[in-house]
Each structure stands twice: as structure tokens, then as C-alpha cells.
């Protein structure tokens, strides 16, 4: 992580390693990516101040969708950010994520879970892990099945 940040953009590489982790199914599209093209989006988004530009440039890549971009962010910007995911959202009481995402829908999830991080003084990770764990271990198995399709 250090050394993506330190470089300021990811490879294909780090892209394909990502995208297994957080999206095994769709990671088969993120090979229609060029070299060129992950190393300037994914500069693009780390250097830009604009949340918003942040998020959704990441979104022009291939096989990346608001959930993938999102674990980008988490890993590799300077800034904190939590793992968009079904499973932290209904730890936050959202029982039925929508099935497109935008802007202020995610910009109000992050501050949301940057005010609970600063709340209970815990760092980004720490608070994704909590809230992934939570749904896993509550969430009825009805409604546990991944986001609706």
C-alpha cells in the first residue's frame, strides 16, 4: 500500500489483485484494461481533491464498479474511506442497498463512518471490519445473500 501511494497511481497488477479481492466474479473484466489507462485514472484519483471526481473516475475502468472503486480508495488514498458493501450498510440500517450507487448516497455513507470512526476512536479498517462482522454474525440469512439484483 505504501508503495502504491508512494508511486501515486496503481498497475494493472494491483488492479487485478483488488479485484479478485473484493469481486472475484468481475475481475475477468478488469483484463480489458490497458497498462497506460489503470496507471492515469487510478493517478488521477488519488491526487484529486474532489471526492466526488475521486470515486467516479475510478468507475471509467473496467470491471470496476461503486463497491471496487471504493476498496481503491480504502486501500490506497491518503484520506480514509470505508469499503462500500451490503453487508457495512445494513450494519448502518440500510436493509435494501440500492442497485446503482451515486455520488451523495456514497458521500453520505463516508461521513457517516468517518464520524463513527472518530467516535469510537478507531481507524477506517477497524470500523469496516466491525461493521462487515456484525452483519455477518446478525443479519437474517434471508437478507444475507449479497446486494439485490
Not at 473496467?62 to 469499503?83: C, K, M, N, Q, R
Not at 463512518?113 to 462482522?133: E, G, H, I, P
Amino acid at each position: 500500500m505504501a508503495s502504491v501511494r508512494k508511486r501515486g497511481f496503481l498497475t494493472k497488477g494491483n488492479l487485478h489483485v483488488v479485484g479478485l479481492w473484493k469481486a472475484a466474479r468481475s475481475a475477468r473484466y478488469l483484463d480489458r484494461n490497458k497498462e497506460a489507462y489503470v496507471r492515469d485514472v487510478t493517478a488521477i484519483a488519488f491526487l484529486e481533491k474532489s471526492e466526488q471526481l475521486r470515486i467516479e473516475v475510478l468507475t471509467l475502468l473496467h470491471g470496476v464498479g461503486w463497491p471496487t472503486a471504493s476498496v481503491l480508495l480504502h486501500w490506497f488514498h491518503e484520506d480514509d474511506y470505508p469499503i462500500l458493501d451490503f453487508r457495512a450498510l445494513w450494519s448502518l440500517s440500510v436493509d435494501k442497498p440500492p442497485s446503482d450507487y451515486w455520488f451523495d448516497f456514497w458521500s453520505a455513507y463516508v461521513k457517516k463512518c468517518r464520524s463513527l470512526a472518530k467516535q469510537y476512536n478507531v481507524d477506517m479498517r477497524t470500523l469496516d471490519r466491525a461493521l462487515w462482522q456484525y452483519s455477518k454474525e446478525n443479519q437474517p440469512p434471508s437478507r444475507s445473500g449479497g446486494p439485490p439484483k
